[in-house]
Nanobody, 118 residues
């Protein structure tokens, strides 16, 4: 599976961005799709995840209510709508996927930079 993330950029605090991650390859390997982020000097953290048809989603406490994850299975693409962005959301955002039989995410995209100015 190859993942191509896009949509990052520079935005002012309170603004919005929409990230996209298009997956190529078997849809079996994209059963679960997730977004992660890593800020300078910090560990990578999970942001949001979506499973199967999209009925099951999960969010980090820090983004719940501000970010929405969704997927278009016909396009094998996952999205992250980010609203009310804060400077602490600044990070490189990565998408990742795994099959239903995998415990951890196996396939990772190249990352897209999100910078939120105060």
């Amino acid at each position: 599976v190859q993942l191509q993330a896009s949509g990052g950029g520079l935005v002012q605090a309170g603004g919005s961005l929409r990230l996209s991650c298009a997956a190529s390859g078997s849809t079996t390997l994209t059963y679960a799709m997730g977004w992660f982020r890593q800020a300078p000097g910090k560990d990578r953290e999970a942001v949001a995840s979506i499973v199967g048809s999209g009925a099951i989603t999960g969010y980090a406490v820090s983004v719940k209510g501000r970010f929405t994850i969704s997927r278009d299975n016909a396009k094998n693409t996952v999205y992250l709508q980010m609203s009310n962005l804060k400077p602490e959301d600044t990070a490189v955002y990565y998408c990742a996927t795994r099959a239903s039989y995998d415990v951890n995410y196996v396939y990772w995209g190249q990352g897209t930079q999100v910078t939120v100015s105060s």
